[in-house]
């Protein structure tokens, strides 16, 4: 979808269909410090699966989105969530063993948001099966990670839910540099003058 004048339309574009992704930067202003955030849409379509696996191994953070309106959609968030496990967890095997160094096992930052809750009435009036506020919480705590709910159409949350995930981000580096600090001040032993 493209945004222009508070509007949003569908063109069919062939690159981000081939592709299966979109690319943008974008500045936030996050707890008063400019924060310069890459956003990847790697599209969420079953033919996409192993090109995204490739994007969550250098990832900083993962926001996962599911049409509240679609419940395949929610259903599939379990295997994504997986995906980017697995991704990350060889990545970060493979970064300690050419480091020689350990590093935090913690697993990025994920938030789980379900997207379209502006259609969600109208949707349930027609008999369409949608997915709760509630089965949304529940699945995030299951997969213990944080939930929201916005709209990519009206704006709601979208700005918030990002500037949530980028705080987290920020944390997990902070902890990892702390922890990385702390190895390096255990790695060299006190010796005595005379060279004991």
């Known amino acids: 979808m493209l945004a222009s004048a508070d509007s949003f339309s569908d063109p069919i574009n062939l690159s981000y269909m081939l592709a299966g992704l979109d690319f ?7 707890d008063g ?3 310069a955030v890459q956003l990847w849409d790697t599209a969420g379509q079953e033919r996409f699966r ?8 250098k990832a900083d953070g993962v926001m996962l989105l599911y049409d509240c309106t679609c419940e395949q959609s929610f ?9 980017i496990d697995v991704a990350c967890f060889y ?3 493979a970064e300690k063993q050419s480091s020689g160094r350990k590093s935090s096992n913690q ?7 379900a997207n379209k809750i502006d259609l969600r009435e109208m949707a349930i009036k027609t008999g369409t099966i949608c997915v709760t506020t509630e089965q ?12 929201m709910e916005g709209s990519a ?3 709601s949350n979208v700005l918030h839910a990002l500037a949530n995930l980028v705080r987290s981000m920020i944390a997990r580096k902070d902890l990892q540099l702390s922890a990385s600090t702390m190895q390096l001040c255990e790695a060299k032993p006190k010796k005595s003058c005379c060279g004991k």
């Open 91 to 93: 990545s970060m095997m």
């Open 75 to 83: 259903l599939n968030v379990r295997q994504w969530v997986e995906d």
């Open 136 to 147: 949304g919480e529940k699945l995030a705590k299951d997969c213990d990670t944080t939930f």
């Open 107 to 113: 697993r990025i930052p994920l938030m789980i948001v």
């Open 33 to 35: 410090k400019n924060v």
């Open 50 to 57: 192993s090109i995204t696996k490739t994007y969550f191994r």
């Open 153 to 155: 159409k009206d704006g």
């Open 24 to 30: 943008l930067m974008r500045t936030l202003r996050v």
